[in-house]
């Protein structure tokens, strides 16, 4: 959640007018797909492109997963989004951002019919004023589905609800000068809701805190490493706890 709460600040902090396009390439030690264990043992990268359309709030942007070891070839996917961020009752307690995401997402290793080629959608929420101290919670619903009525294992079809907050801790004269001298502390909890079907279980499945930071190396390029822990409460979804690293370069124009 903490790469959320900055992307919503990014989303908050763009210029009209411009087109924006980042460049983003992310290492994670483990890929926790809504609370799974997405490649085993085994790490991901990510490489995205993404368009801001002007500052007119739309944007859109491809991603490319895949394993950082064999063995996962079947998982390796492509994602094809657009979506919509913006504020409602900016000048009020109730101050909120949100970004709205609809995603295509494509495995190239596997039969089209076969349920894995999916529609992804994310609705994401945050307040930056509604609970004082600096706290900010956050609501995010993703709901998936195969992409044709003819696919198999329409049972995946389900939501993933996740409900957390977020807290920007300033840190200055700790981290380096190239640092926002921020600290983004993170934790929430998931609830899945029918997604996997009767191989999950519809329950609270697991807790994530974090902490992550933004470098600043120059105008246009940043590094954004950060730490998570994963605390599983549902053995459907994940058998045990999962300490695992997130970082990611980006360069934008």
């Not at 998982?75 to 900016?90: A, I, N, P, T």
């Not at 902490?211 to 490493?225: C, G, Q």
């Not at 605390?231 to 695992?244: E, F, G, P, Q």
């Amino acid at each position: 959640m903490g790469v959320l709460l900055l992307s919503l600040a990014e989303a908050a902090g763009a210029e009209n007018g411009k087109l924006g396009v980042t460049f983003d390439l992310t290492y994670m030690s483990k890929w926790m797909s809504k609370g799974s264990e997405a490649y085993g043992q085994q790490g991901g990268l990510f490489e995205t492109i993404d368009i801001d359309w002007y500052g007119s709030g739309f944007g859109s942007y491809v991603t490319h997963r895949s394993a950082t070891a064999s063995g996962y070839v079947d998982k390796e996917r492509f994602d094809y989004g657009v979506y919509y961020k913006g504020r409602l009752f900016e000048d009020g307690p109730y101050h909120t951002e949100y970004k709205l995401r609809w995603a295509y997402e494509h495995y190239p290793g596997l039969a089209r019919n076969k349920a894995n080629t999916t529609n992804e959608w994310n609705f994401a929420f945050s307040w930056l004023k509604v609970v004082p101290g600096g706290l900010v919670p956050t609501y995010v619903a993703y709901y998936e589905y195969p992409a044709g009525s003819g696919y198999r294992r329409h049972d995946v079809t389900g939501w993933v609800h996740l409900v957390g907050l977020g807290y920007d801790l300033a840190v200055p004269g700790f981290l380096p000068k190239t640092a926002e001298q921020v600290l983004h502390l993170s934790a929430d909890i998931s609830y899945r809701d029918n997604l996997g079907g009767k191989d999950k279980d519809n329950d609270w499945s697991h807790a994530t805190f974090g902490v992550s930071t933004k470098l600043k190396i120059n105008n246009n390029l940043s590094f954004v490493p950060g730490v998570y822990y994963q605390a599983s409460m549902d053995d459907s979804v994940c058998k045990r706890d999962v300490t695992y690293c997130k970082l990611s370069m980006r360069y934008k124009f």
